[in-house]
T-cell receptor
């Protein structure tokens, strides 16, 4: 099955600086890679996703890059703000003939924005 | 997100008891999923269903059971066979049953075994 590794587990950055979170996956058949933000005690919220037919996607201060050859994808947050403080999860969705088999998640990165 | 509801928000269970967690969606989504979240371990897939009257085991199905009798409902039963059931349980749904369909999560149920 799929295995997703996420680094770092904790990331502390100064407000206004950039943050980068990296994930690797093991199943070359995976074709969908979402990123979720979760605040304490709340549900995960989708912030951006990328499908395997593109290499980069941007949405305002957030971007995701995908390297299929290296089986590696990253989340980039620029001009960080206090409200960006949360736990971020990457995930991968294996393709198994058309059906959705559920997501495999990384263990999460606790992002701390220092004022 | 607002179209997926879970109840109760908090649930306490004595050892040896079965409990059922509710998940309902009014988004007309075909696929539904159950995940378990433990501190420092991310989310792990318990069961999923791509269509009514059909479901498959995920990575950690032992000690759990589900049913999918209606499109909008996917209840999860935590049985006494689950050795460590204390966790945060999250239900999700997606429009279709494709691997590239976005999953949206409910607010979760926090289960504590006393």
């Amino acid at each position: 099955g799929e295995n997703v590794e996420q680094h770092p587990s904790t990331l502390s950055v100064q407000e206004g600086d950039s943050a980068v979170i990296k994930c690797t996956y093991s199943d070359s058949a995976s074709n969908y890679f979402p990123w979720y933000k979760q605040e304490l005690g709340k549900r995960p919220q989708l912030i951006i996703d990328i499908r395997s037919n593109v290499g980069e996607k941007k949405d305002q201060r957030i971007a995701v890059t995908l390297n299929k050859t290296a089986k590696h994808f990253s989340l980039h947050i620029t001009e960080t703000q206090p409200e960006d403080s949360a736990v971020y999860f990457c995930a991968a969705s294996p393709y198994s003939g058309g059906g959705a088999d559920g997501l495999t998640f990384g263990k999460g990165t606790h992002l701390i924005i220092q004022p | 997100d607002g179209g997926i509801t879970q109840s109760p928000k908090y649930l306490f269970r004595k050892e040896g008891q079965n409990v059922t967690l509710s998940c309902e969606q009014n988004l007309n989504h075909d696929a539904m999923y159950w995940y378990r979240q433990d501190p420092g371990q991310g989310l792990r897939l318990i069961y999923y269903s791509q269509i009514v009257n059909d479901f498959q085991k995920g990575d950690i199905a032992e000690g759990y059971s589900v049913s999918r009798e209606k499109k909008e409902s996917f209840p999860l039963t935590v049985t006494s066979a689950q050795k460590n059931p204390t966790a945060f349980y999250l239900c999700a749904s997606s429009f279709g049953g494709r691997s590239t369909d976005t999953q949206y999560f409910g607010p979760g149920t926090r289960l504590t075994v006393l």
